[in-house]
């Protein structure tokens, strides 16, 4: 299958600081690809989708000038997350979906990003 | 919005019994329904999926079904091992045309006893 990688696997970082996750898709050509969050035991929240060339649509409750998404390519989406707090602290995973929107429903998923805001 | 729910949240069985996992969908456009299965700290990986115009998918010792009219979809182990010890999560596509984000279930921790 389709193999989503993501970078760093994991962050510390201080309160007040921005971190950027890189998310690539490494043997396919992504033209979407998606951000979620997940806080221990529960489920995957989407935070927002990033199409390639376009403005990310962002789920509601969910601040746009807080978590900055890019989709500069057909491989790589980034997200930074801007003035970390504590409660910022999460699993954020990306996703990506291969091939035409109308074409494929197919999902793969990156191994997460650990970040912990101190 | 599109809303999933799913049942059990946790699921113990002995090793060589069936487990069932259902879900149930608000959104009657949603047309595409996979079902993901993470282990702890690990990315969720997809085991099977179903799309609106079939109503039963098999792939070996795991199937999934749908009922469209009813709006519930299940996810079936068969002879579980285990190695099927995980969190396993079901989604439905939102379905607004050319988005096809996912709306995740809630997960079901499945534990199966030797």
């Known amino acids: 299958g389709a193999v989503v990688s993501q970078h760093p696997s994991w962050v510390i970082c201080k309160s007040g600081t921005s971190v950027k996750i890189e998310c690539r898709s490494l043997?396919?050509?992504?033209?979407?690809m998606f951000w979620y969050r997940q806080f221990p035991k529960q489920s995957l929240m989407l935070m927002a989708t990033?199409?390639?060339?376009?403005?990310?649509?962002?789920e509601q409750g969910v601040e746009k000038d807080k978590f900055l998404i890019n989709h500069a390519s057909l491989t790589l989406s980034t997200l930074t997350v801007t003035s970390a707090h504590p409660e910022d602290s999460s699993f954020y995973i990306c996703?990506?979906?291969?091939?035409?929107?109308?074409?494929?429903?197919?999902?793969?998923f990156g191994p997460g990003t650990r970040l912990t805001v101190l | 919005g599109e809303n999933v729910e799913q049942h059990p949240s946790t699921l113990s069985v002995q090793e060589g019994d069936s487990a069932v996992i259902k879900c149930t969908y608000s959104?009657?456009?949603?047309?595409?329904f996979p079902w993901y299965k993470q282990e702890l700290g690990k990315r969720p990986q997809l085991i099977i999926d179903?799309?609106?115009?079939?109503g039963e998918k098999k792939d070996q010792r795991i199937a999934v079904t749908l009922n469209k009219t009813a709006k519930h979809f299940s996810l079936h182990i068969t002879e579980t091992q285990p190695e099927d010890s995980a969190v396993y999560f079901c989604?439905?596509?939102?379905?607004?045309?050319?988005?096809?984000?996912?709306?995740f279930g809630s997960g079901t921790r499945l534990q199966v006893q030797p």
């Open positions: 996703s990506a979906r291969e091939g035409p929107v109308d074409r494929t429903d197919t999902q793969y």
């Open positions: 043997d396919f050509q992504a033209t979407t």
């Open positions: 990033s199409n390639e060339g376009s403005k990310a649509t962002y």
């Open positions: 959104d009657s456009a949603s047309n595409y």
């Open positions: 179903i799309r609106s115009n079939v």
């Open positions: 989604a439905a596509s939102i379905g607004r045309a050319g988005r096809r984000a996912l709306t």
